[in-house]
């Protein structure tokens, strides 16, 4: 559990700058980016390597999808590439659903 959270804490702080003293604003994926993460963790019981935010699509008016690239280690040692769908209605903020599909290439 202290990995995971050092994890999470190092994608958020390495997606804020740091300039005159002050932490710039944190982007707005972050927060489904940590989601991300968890879920990723969660289901494939992986060490996080690397992490990537691809971008977000409005699919319609009430959801829109935040697209991130997770680079990972199995227990095995094996490394894959995890891409992750997390959609989410924009006026709300909440979660709708989070979707997973592997790909060996980095």
Do not use: C
């Not at 700058?17 to 994926?29: C, L």
């Not at 019981?45 to 991130?68: C, M, P, W």
């Amino acid at each position: 559990m202290r990995m995971l959270i050092v994890t999470v804490m190092s994608v958020v702080l390495s997606l804020a700058e740091i300039t005159s003293g002050t932490v710039a604003a944190i982007p707005d994926y972050a927060k489904w980016g940590i989601i991300a993460v968890k879920e990723t963790q969660t289901k494939y019981n992986v060490d996080i390597l690397d992490y990537k935010h691809i971008g977000r699509t409005s699919l319609t008016a009430d959801q829109s999808r935040e697209q991130f690239k997770l680079w990972v280690r199995a227990k095995d040692g094996k490394q894959f590439a995890v891409y992750v769908n997390v959609d989410f209605n924009p006026s709300t903020q909440q979660l709708k659903k989070v979707q997973f599909s592997e790909s060996d290439r980095h």
